[in-house]
């Protein structure tokens, strides 16, 4: 993954990861898969980006969930 496809600045977005010069959240990419959309139909809705810019996005959450700790539930 291009390190430099998403960014996290504080000052776009309140510092929500973002496509690169656009204020395009990974998330709303990431959602926008989820539901079904292909990658084609995100960059006709989407034209400022590029195949990359949503593999990127998928490639940064991919990331980012498996760096988190989730709870274990233990019986009592």
């Not at 600045?9 to 309140?14: A, K, Q």
């Not at 949503?54 to 709870?71: I, T």
Request: aromatic residues 2%.
């Amino acid at each position: 993954m291009s390190k430099t496809r998403v960014v996290a600045d504080h000052r776009i977005m309140g510092g929500v990861p973002c496509v690169r010069g656009t204020r395009i959240p990974v998330a709303t990419i990431v959602g926008l898969l989820a539901q079904g959309r292909t990658v084609e139909q995100i960059l006709s809705d989407y034209p400022q980006l590029v195949a990359d810019d949503v593999q990127a996005s998928l490639e940064f959450a991919a990331l980012a969930v498996s760096e988190r700790q989730v709870p274990l539930r233990t019986t009592a």
